[in-house]
């Protein structure tokens, strides 16, 4: 493994990107389909959120570091590594952090492509799993979130009890 890990996912969802940007900035509706602890504090730039996953307990601080309305969110957040559905303990050896970004584009037909990358793991068996275990998480929001917002659908309900 050379250099940091990386990743990059994306999904076309059918709704305008307006209502899409606002699905993730706004706390109450992101924890109606992604956040299943739920969700505090709304996306701005430079404030600290706390999301709750209950596949991953505890509320994770998230570093808001850039937010585009309609366009662009830029978050920060600690490199956890290890997995908890292997038994595994959540470390951060070097107590470092990955970046995600998230980009909403507008389409002609008014559907919204939104693209997640996430980067910054380090590359080491830890890392790598890390990298992969939030890649199907970033993956699965894009699929939960196109659920929610095109039938009201909440994909992830009781997923992870």
């Known amino acids: 493994m050379n250099g940091p890990l990386k990743f990059r996912v994306s999904a076309h969802i059918s709704k305008p990107v307006g209502e899409v940007f606002e699905a993730v900035v706004d706390p109450a509706t992101l924890s109606r389909y992604f956040t299943t602890g739920g969700a505090k504090g709304r996306l701005e730039t430079g404030?600290?959120?706390?999301?709750?996953?209950?596949?991953?307990?505890?509320?994770?601080?998230?570093?808001?570091?850039?937010?585009?309305?309609d366009r662009r969110i830029v978050l920060r957040w600690?490199?956890?590594?290890?997995?908890?559905?292997?038994?595994?303990?959540?470390?951060?050896?070097?107590?470092?952090?990955?970046t995600v970004t998230m980009e909403f584009e507008p389409l002609n037909d008014g559907r919204t492509l939104v693209t997640i990358a996430e980067e910054g793991w380090h590359p080491t068996?830890?890392?790598?799993?890390?990298?992969?275990?939030?890649c199907q998480g970033w993956m699965q929001m894009l699929c939960a979130m196109k659920a929610w917002l095109e039938y009201g659908i909440n994909l992830r309900e009781g997923m992870f009890r």
């Open 125 to 134: 068996e830890g890392g790598l799993r890390a990298s992969y275990g939030n």
């Open 47 to 69: 404030a600290t959120v706390y999301w709750d996953f209950h596949d991953f307990p505890g509320a994770f601080p998230v570093e808001v570091v850039e937010v585009a309305k």
């Open 78 to 98: 600690e490199a956890n590594e290890g997995s908890p559905a292997e038994g595994d303990a959540v470390t951060t050896p070097a107590g470092y952090k990955t």
